[in-house]
Structure formats: structure tokens, C-alpha cells
């Protein structure tokens, strides 16, 4: 596995507020304060039962580490279809996929990590993908911490009871999750297929 250091340097993409590209600059600069508002995405697994899948971020996370979050998240390069980021990213993180993948919604949000210093300012694509139960997974202990299986509605609760525990943008996608939105004419992508094994 790349080290998490090396995709500071990856390049995003640059929207505007309505989701369309206007330039592109590294994952590092986008987050440094005030930050700069780039396509994201948020993957949900979901299984059988309806539960979803969270990861704990590993300490090695530049953003919100050992936050509770959802089963993963990511940039695509600037030109690259969802899909292919997504599946990308699950199996760099998880060691699964690929899996279909449907936009639910886009969540945008801002939230300055206090104990970093850098800022998330996302144009988050949400995306939900439905696994089979028992999915094996194989998580790198340099992104994830921690797995656990929770029911999307007590997630809800839990997320107004106790937000510190979690990643900030988190309640916004389990919202999405739980109360889909068409991207109606949003440049993106509704129905994703999965990308190839190798992505």
C-alpha cells in the first residue's frame, strides 16, 4: 500500500458551488485553511440487514483521525468517473470491491480540524453499495483503525448524542443515506456501475 503521505500530493478537482469543475490542485493545498472547495466522495456500504459500514480513521489520517466515519471516502483525479475512484479507494482501504455503487445525494460541508489544522470544504458525492452479508474485508492498518457494522437509524441518534466521536461530515451522509436525493442535473453520476477489478 501507497503510505497516506503520498496522496497529499494527488491532484482534486476544483468545483464551484454547483458542482461544476473549473481547475484542479493537490490534495494537500485543498485542505490547507481556508481550504478550497473539490469533488469528494463517501462510500456507504450496506448489507442485507441494512446496516452500514463504518471505519475508526487511522491516527495517520492528515484529517479528523480515530474519528468514526463512513465505510470510505475519497477524491477523484480530475476527468475520473466515481465509479472508478470509489472502487479504487475500497480496495486501497478495505481490500474490497468492486461493488455497484448509486449516488444518493451530494453533501457539501465545511469543517476545520482543530487538531490538524487543515479544513475539509467538500462537494461530497454520496454513495451507497449494496454487499453481500458476512463481506470479507481486508482493511490497511495505515488508513483504518477500527470496523463495525451499525444500524443507519441508531447511527442517526448516536451522531446528535455524541458528534465529537465521529467525522464531521458523517451526519450529512448518513442523512443523504437515509433521505436520497436525486442529483437532478448534477454533473455526476447517478447509476454507477463498478468499475473493472483492476480500476
Not at 457494522?149 to 466521536?165: G, K, N, Q
Request: net charge negative; glycine share 10%; with cysteine.
Amino acid at each position: 500500500m501507497r503510505p497516506v503521505s503520498a496522496r497529499e500530493g494527488h491532484l482534486v478537482e476544483l468545483v464551484d458551488d454547483a458542482g461544476h469543475a473549473h481547475g484542479q490542485t493537490t490534495v494537500a493545498a485543498a485542505h490547507e485553511p481556508p481550504g478550497r472547495l473539490h469533488r469528494a466522495f463517501s462510500v456507504l456500504l450496506v448489507d442485507p440487514d441494512g446496516r452500514v459500514l463504518l471505519q475508526r480513521r487511522a491516527a495517520a489520517k492528515t484529517r479528523f483521525p480515530l474519528r468514526w466515519a463512513n465505510s470510505c471516502c475519497g477524491h477523484p483525479a480530475p476527468g475520473e468517473e466515481l465509479a472508478e475512484a470509489a472502487n479504487r479507494r475500497l480496495r486501497e482501504e478495505l481490500g474490497a470491491g468492486p461493488v455497484e455503487l448509486t449516488e444518493v445525494g451530494v453533501y457539501v460541508y465545511y469543517a476545520e480540524d482543530p487538531g490538524t489544522g487543515r479544513v475539509e470544504f467538500e462537494y461530497d458525492h454520496v454513495l451507497r453499495g449494496e454487499v453481500p452479508a458476512g463481506m470479507p474485508v481486508l482493511p490497511d492498518p495505515d488508513e483504518v483503525a477500527e470496523l463495525r457494522w451499525v444500524d443507519p437509524v441508531e447511527l442517526e441518534a448516536d451522531l446528535d448524542l455524541d458528534p465529537r466521536a465521529y467525522a464531521p461530515w458523517l451526519s450529512g451522509v448518513v442523512n443523504r443515506l437515509l433521505h436520497p436525493v436525486p442529483p437532478a442535473g448534477a454533473p455526476g453520476h447517478a447509476a454507477i456501475p463498478p468499475g473493472p477489478p483492476g480500476g
